[in-house]
């Protein structure tokens, strides 16, 4: 049986500068910050360190083997950042990894845009649309730093602070074993997720993408026999997408290319 896991993001907290001070997204958002964008972008690197040094839980597609498949993948990416409404689109990383696990049907962006998509997940869509709307989503949580907040609850200041002086080398690990599992203690808020759906539509909007992708997905999730065990702390998918229409209606009701053929190339390029 497949484990479907929620899409969220862990949040950022790390190194360089000492002294916390609330730091503020420049595009309107009123929402505060403790941490740095430098803060997001260390702790990703240290995560995405992590993840690389454990390959038995973290299986990674290696880029020169697999170059067709990343080349899919970090086509629909480039789509998203060129939509223009990111906020830190040239500051953050924005890397890609495939993690081969056919079973997981699940995707996270750490801080400072380091993303992994499961193959389950991959094979679980139907067209490149709904993959570029769970792209977008993922990304939205990152760059409208939804993570820092959520880890801070979860985890509290004095342990992040742990890390950041190089005192708690476990707890790195802890973090990226429940990035990667997707643990309801790390959910993310209905508005946090709410938001992220709302982003997913607005940076489709600017691309060749059918806007509504990130909906379609959850359509695809509300029709499985079962539902997943995370929508017991998250938004049903039902409720989700008609919020989604909702946004969509109010951009002007844009259309787009769901691209099911290009999407099955990408299919079949992975093992």
């Not at 996270?108 to 709904?130: N, S, V």
Request: hydrophobic share 40%.
């Amino acid at each position: 049986m497949k484990r479907i896991l929620i899409l969220w993001t862990v949040p950022a907290f790390i190194a360089g500068v000492m002294l916390i001070s609330c730091s503020k997204n420049d595009d309107g958002d009123n929402t505060f910050n403790i941490f740095s964008v430098e803060d997001d972008i260390a702790l990703g690197k240290q995560l995405r360190q992590e993840i690389e040094a454990n390959p038995q839980e973290y299986p990674l597609l290696d880029k020169t083997q697999y170059a067709e498949a990343y080349s899919h993948i970090y086509r629909i990416r480039d789509a998203v950042l060129a939509s223009g409404r990111m906020i830190h689109a040239s500051k953050f990383e924005w890397e890609i990894y495939i993690i081969k696990d056919d079973e997981v049907l699940n995707a996270f962006c750490a801080p400072g845009g380091y993303i992994y998509f499961y193959t389950g997940l991959i094979k679980f869509l139907d067209h490149e649309a709904q993959c570029a709307g769970v792209m977008g989503h993922e990304m939205a949580h990152a760059d409208r730093r939804h993570s820092t907040d959520q880890l801070t609850k979860a985890y509290g200041i004095q342990i992040l602070l742990s890390i950041v002086l190089g005192n708690n080398p476990s707890m790195l690990a802890e973090i990226a074993a429940s990035l990667a599992a997707g643990v309801a203690t790390l959910a993310f808020s209905r508005d946090a997720e709410y938001e992220a759906d709302e982003y997913s539509v607005k940076y489709l909007s600017e691309t060749d993408y059918d806007p509504l992708g990130v909906g379609g997905f959850f359509q695809k999730l509300d029709e499985a026999p079962q539902l997943p065990e995370f929508l017991s702390t998250h938004p049903h998918p039902e409720n989700r997408y008609d919020r989604i229409n909702e946004v969509w209606q109010s951009l002007g009701s844009p259309t787009g290319e769901q691209f099911p053929n290009r999407y099955n190339q990408f299919i079949n390029s992975l093992p």
